[in-house]
């Protein structure tokens, strides 16, 4: 069990540009989830698949953002056209089923 | 839909001092409700969970918590802290049989254990 990892730890952009993120679940795991977290708040649901659906979605996500899981193993999160209010902890987490949510270390965005 | 209040935003305490972080939630259906630990530069981790079953729910590291259906609560204790626990806890809840498995967190408690 090597944890949840994600990359970049730590992501700086230009607002409009396009930035994304992976996330690698733990390996036996087929939930996986997005999560947002900023400064003074608990973290926010963004979105969730089992395997490589994609069950649930926030409101949250707006146009701008997508999500894929193409293999049921790791996920992808992109955002098109960032904004200075994008900027947050974006938290990736997985988790069997009906079993504990295990989060990774979150990668940090700054929009400039 | 759900919520999750941490009445307290911070809660400095002497080291070996007894503590408690409150929790109310919000819901309409049952839930299932938990305590993540953030220590600094680190990410979540779960420290203690209630699914059902016994209303008391321990931590290893000596952190208990009590499901009161009633007050809506799910307050965390420490009869007595260390150094090691200053960090950052947050409830969450996810409500059970309603086919949705986001956790909806707190806003969190920082605790500062003081020497």
């Known amino acids: 069990d090597t944890g949840v990892s994600q990359n970049p730890r730590h992501k700086i952009t230009k607002r409009g540009q396009n930035v994304t993120f992976r996330c690698d679940p733990i390996?036996?795991?087929?939930?996986l989830y997005w999560y947002r977290q900023t400064l003074g708040q608990g973290p926010e649901f963004l979105t969730y698949?089992?395997?490589?659906?994609?069950?649930?979605k926030s409101r949250l996500l707006s146009d701008r953002f997508s999500a894929e899981r193409p293999k049921g193993s790791f996920s992808t999160l992109e955002i098109q056209r960032t904004e200075q209010g994008d900027s947050a902890m974006y938290l990736c987490?997985?988790?069997?089923?009906?079993?504990?949510?295990?989060f990774g270390p979150g990668t940090r965005l700054t929009v400039l | 839909a759900q919520s999750v209040t941490q009445l307290d935003s911070q809660v400095p305490v002497f080291e070996e001092a007894p503590v408690e972080l409150r929790c109310n939630y919000s819901?309409?259906?049952?839930?299932?409700l938990f305590w993540y630990v953030q220590y600094p530069n680190q990410g979540l981790q779960l420290l203690l969970k209630?699914?059902?079953?016994?209303?008391l729910v321990e931590s290893i590291n000596g952190f208990e918590a009590e499901f009161n259906k009633s007050q809506t609560s799910f307050h965390l204790r420490k009869p007595s802290v260390h150094i090691s626990d200053t960090a950052e806890y947050f409830c969450?809840?996810?409500?059970?049989?309603?086919?949705?498995?986001?956790?909806?967190f707190g806003k969190g408690t920082k605790l500062s254990v003081i020497p």
């Open positions: 987490a997985s988790s069997s089923l009906m079993d504990t949510q295990y």
């Open positions: 390996s036996e795991h087929n939930r």
């Open positions: 698949f089992q395997n490589e659906a994609q069950l649930e």
């Open positions: 819901s309409s259906v049952s839930v299932y």
């Open positions: 209630y699914l059902s079953g016994s209303t």
């Open positions: 969450a809840v996810i409500l059970s049989g309603a086919g949705s498995y986001q956790l909806t």
